[in-house]
């Protein structure tokens, strides 16, 4: 079972960036039927949920701190979740994580992580 996020990188604030997390595997076999959630872990702190979406209808929900600012996709044929990030902070910065999760997004399968770096 593998995760694979890209598309992290040096950003300004106020810019965007969007990340992508491919599954293969047995994730990736099933992934039309998969939740699926980021996460994120900044310098000295704990890793915190981001956002999540669902395989039923595609649901999402979001950490409070995003909301507005960030948006889960997936795309079901690619085996593929997206995080489109805009209105970047500095607060922002942290390595982000996709992994598969349980209907309550608690995460099962942790993927590698992309760092973003947002600049002041």
């Known amino acids: 079972v593998q995760l694979q996020a890209s598309g992290g990188g040096l950003v300004q604030a106020g810019g965007s960036v969007k990340l992508a997390c491919a599954a293969s595997g047995r994730t990736g076999r099933n992934f039309s039927w998969t939740d699926m959630g980021w996460f994120r872990q900044a310098p000295g702190k704990d890793r915190e949920f981001v956002a999540g979406?669902?395989?039923?209808?595609?649901?999402?929900s979001y950490a409070d701190s995003v909301k507005g600012r960030f948006t889960a996709t997936r795309d079901n044929a690619k085996s593929t979740v997206y995080l489109q990030m805009t209105s970047l902070k500095p607060e922002d910065t942290a390595v982000y994580y996709c992994?598969?999760?349980?209907?309550?997004?608690?995460?099962?399968?942790w993927g590698q992580g992309t760092q973003v770096t947002v600049s002041s």
């Open positions: 992994a598969k999760t349980n209907s309550m997004f608690r995460p099962e399968i």
């Open positions: 979406i669902r395989w039923r209808f595609a649901t999402t």
